[in-house]
């Protein structure tokens, strides 16, 4: 029995890599479909969020000459192009799943609209957040965060290729400790980066928990869902 009944997912697009250096991997995809399938069958509503880092960054289009507003703009496009393959790719596994974008685009995607997006949920589909909030100079991490509050979502999950927070990147420091449970306070404090700052600030203030769990890990988002202990890192007021 889960934990939660309604979740909205972050995903990184270089997530969609695999091994690559660039674009998606059919495997990798495939693999997030499968676990994403798994928990919608048990009856949790998903919404989705995914990055677009894989095809193109605004902040790092800047770097090399790009106006950064075009550039966000060509980076709310690339999440665009993930979420079409992320919904193949759970289509296939026999779960409906619809693309709502933040801009207008039909057909490729329905315009985002709150209720709209609560009524697929409520029927069973899987629905992915596309665009990021349509607005440049706000990342992925702050339209989950945002997205996440208007559909009344009971948490926002992070799927990473970590298996929780760290005081230190556990990738390069053999003895950083993980933390099962955190406040809000205290990873501001200890200067964490869990999501940007608007993010964080937009979760803390409307009292919604943050799961940072490794999604790399096949069969750890059932494990999420199921409150498996010490699976992940909980981020809550208190």
Known sequence: ??????????????????KGQYGIDPDK????AS???AITKSGIQVAIVIGGGNIFRGMSGTKKGFDRVKGDQMGMLATVINSIA?????????????VFTAIRMEP???????????????????????GGTGNPFFTTDSASALRAIEIKADV????????????????????????????????????????????FTLCKENN??????????????????KGTKKTGTIVTLK
């Open 86 to 98: 992320l919904e193949t790719a759970i289509t296939a596994h026999g779960i409906k799943a619809r």
């Open 208 to 225: 919604l928990p943050i799961l940072v769990f490794n999604m790399d890990c096949p069969g750890t988002l059932e494990k999420v869902m």
């Open 108 to 130: 490729v995607g329905e315009l985002y609209k709150t209720d709209n997006v609560i009524d697929s949920l409520q029927r069973g589909e899987v629905a992915i957040l596309a």
């Open 1 to 18: 029995m889960s934990q939660y009944k309604r979740v909205l997912l972050k995903l990184s697009g270089e997530s969609l890599m695999g």
């Open 29 to 32: 995809l495939n693999e997030y």
């Open 156 to 199: 926002l999950l992070k799927g990473t290729r970590v298996d929780g927070v760290y005081d230190s990147d556990p990738e390069k420091n053999p003895k950083a400790k993980k933390f099962d449970t955190l406040s809000f306070d205290k990873a501001y404090a200890m200067g964490l980066k869990i999501m940007d700052l608007t993010a």
């Open 35 to 37: 676990q994403i399938c």
